[in-house]
């Protein structure tokens, strides 16, 4: 039973949980958009679901109520994010939750946005729609970090990823593997889990890696390749350069040959040129900056000890 302290019920919790799960599962995966899960409720049943699709839309929101098979009146829904109530590219959430006849509607976090912010609350409860705040919000708040960085920092969320042995090897001259087998599905989920990759040239010259995701049945969502490659060493050989599409390849570099830099432009790959700073290097901050500007959200960075430590250090 709930108390005075905690107005939201066991069945309460348990229910925005089960959207936490579906928020998560589509995590990385919407583009601009957050994830949102979203479960609509009646006589304690739970009578339809919604999550945000690919590439964000349709909302979360929108789906659970298209895809109800039962009349929706004095129904409760439960989703992870305040709903949208703008015009954007698509009609705001509110205006389907107010004709739906849902009569409550619980949410642990306002959203972000400074469009959306705040509002939903005055628009749903002014139609008689009881609208409760505050759910599990720490899980929330961890659930939307990313987002949360996008929106307010204008950034990219950042995660890196590093394979070192017990004698903290990073790297081993010989056909040693560091990594098992089990750590490489770990690899291509995180691969699956961000919209770009990022590594240097360097990696990229003595790996020969691919960057794709190669986990059966998600291969269609390999990360785009980001690379920092200052004098354009890439080598014509590698698998990244043999894969490259208009699509799928930025290459961060500061100075090259004419020839070189129309082959690459030629195979399709995205250049951006940028200044170095004080120690010949490229300013990470300004390259975040600049995938974000290219619609980078979830990043990761899959180099060496130089990448990481010097975004460890950013």
């Not at 925005?16 to 958009?33: C, D, P, Y």
């Not at 490489?184 to 995180?190: A, E, G, P, S, V």
Request: overall charge positive.
């Amino acid at each position: 039973m709930s108390s005075k302290k905690d107005k939201f019920s066991l069945k309460d919790k348990n229910f925005m949980k089960l959207a936490f799960e579906l928020a998560r599962t589509r995590k990385g995966l919407t583009g601009s958009n957050p994830s949102v899960g979203c479960l609509i409720v009646k006589n304690d049943m739970i009578i339809s679901i919604g999550q945000t699709g690919y590439n964000g839309r349709p909302h979360a929101e929108y789906s659970a109520i298209k895809n109800s098979y039962e009349k929706l009146d004095g129904a409760k829904m439960y989703v992870t994010l305040e709903p949208c109530n703008h015009y954007g590219k698509t009609p705001p959430c509110t205006n389907l939750i107010i004709k739906s006849g849902i009569s409550k509607l619980i949410y642990p976090i306002e959203d972000i946005d400074k469009k959306v912010k705040g509002k939903s609350f005055r628009i749903l409860s002014n139609k008689n729609i009881k609208v409760s705040k505050g759910l599990l919000k720490k899980e929330a708040l961890s659930l939307y970090d990313s987002y949360i960085k996008n929106r307010l920092d204008k950034l990219p969320f950042v995660t890196a990823k590093i394979a070192v042995s017990k004698d903290n090897l990073i790297y081993s001259k010989g056909n040693k593997r560091i990594t098992h087998k089990n750590s490489d599905k770990l690899t291509h989920y995180l691969r699956y889990k961000n919209d770009s990759i990022m590594i240097s040239v360097k990696t990229l010259n003595i790996d020969n890696p691919r960057l794709d995701c190669r986990l059966k049945g998600y291969e269609k969502y390999s990360p785009k390749r980001i690379i920092l490659d200052k004098n354009l060493e890439i080598k014509l050989t590698s698998n990244i350069f043999k894969s490259a599409n208009r699509n799928n390849t930025i290459i961060f570099y500061n100075q090259s040959s004419l020839k070189k830099i129309k082959t690459l432009k030629k195979k399709g790959i995205k250049l951006v040129k940028l200044t170095l700073d004080k120690d010949g290097l490229f300013n990470l901050r300004i390259i975040l900056k600049k995938t974000f500007s290219l619609g980078v959200r979830n990043l990761l960075i899959e180099g060496g000890d130089k990448i990481t430590k010097k975004f460890d250090k950013r």
